[in-house]
């Protein structure tokens, strides 16, 4: 048995990625923003404002009021860890929903993505697919190996949406957290460095508007891109 089949790989060539910072991500349908409580707050609650299904497998929420919710937001809007931003629609310009990196390892080159919430006038859009992209591209080209999803077992959008964007289902980890007052079990997912390039085509064939016909219906599903790309699928999920 040689080393690499003892041991594990060499790693090579790899140097220890930056944390994300303060940059906007560009899109064609959607900006990212870093999280402003004073800038987006009150646009983020009209858009989650009446949906407070939203929250359920949150730790926090639902809010109450836009100040509840502003003083959310102005609690996060400077962590570094989650590291939150928010999802500007370009074609309305407004704030339709959050997500953040968090549980960033640099040095063991692994980053999460979550504290995902968005609106109803945003979800099933272009737009939202999009920061998906986005984010999942930064990690790559800062130099991250490893890009992870995790969700409540019991939370099925949230896993069907994971498949859908090329993660591949890991398992389940048993009484994982405790979150307001219930057991958690949590299903993994993740997306690795060699496996973002065929992702990003399929991204990008997704996102083309030669994808879309004149009322927007989608001509090729994402989830026929990224089934060939997957590691494993999660036998909850039919694509």
């Known amino acids: 048995m040689d080393d690499a089949a003892r041991l594990g790989q060499v790693v090579s060539g790899w140097s220890v990625p930056p944390r994300p910072g303060d940059e906007p991500l560009e899109g064609h349908w959607v900006r990212l923003e870093p999280l402003s409580a004073d800038t987006h707050a009150a646009d983020l609650f009209r858009a989650f404002s009446g949906h407070d299904a939203l929250w359920d497998y949150m730790p926090y929420g639902p809010f109450a009021s836009a100040a509840a919710y502003h003083r959310w937001a102005k609690e996060r809007e400077a962590g570094e860890d989650p590291r939150f931003f928010v999802l500007r629609d370009r074609a309305t310009g407004h704030c339709g929903g959050i997500a953040s990196f968090l549980r960033i390892a640099p040095e063991a080159g692994s980053i999460e993505v979550g504290h995902i919430c968005?609106?109803?006038?945003?979800?099933?859009?272009?737009?939202?697919?999009?920061?998906?992209?986005?984010?999942?591209?930064?990690?790559?080209?800062a130099g991250y190996r490893r890009y992870e999803w995790k969700c409540n077992a019991l939370n099925l959008p949230s896993r069907r949406a994971a498949q859908r964007l090329g993660f591949s289902y890991e398992g389940i980890f048993r009484q994982h957290l405790v979150v307001k007052g219930r057991n958690r079990d949590s299903a993994w997912f993740s997306v690795i460095d060699s496996e973002w390039p065929a992702l990003a085509e399929a991204f990008k064939a997704w996102l083309s508007p030669a994808n879309f016909d004149a009322a927007g219906r989608q001509r090729e599903r994402l989830s026929d891109l990224t089934r060939l790309v997957r590691a494993g699928s999660d036998p909850a999920v039919r694509d």
């Open 118 to 141: 968005i609106g109803p006038e945003m979800q099933r859009g272009v737009a939202a697919t999009e920061a998906m992209a986005l984010m999942m591209g930064w990690a790559f080209a």
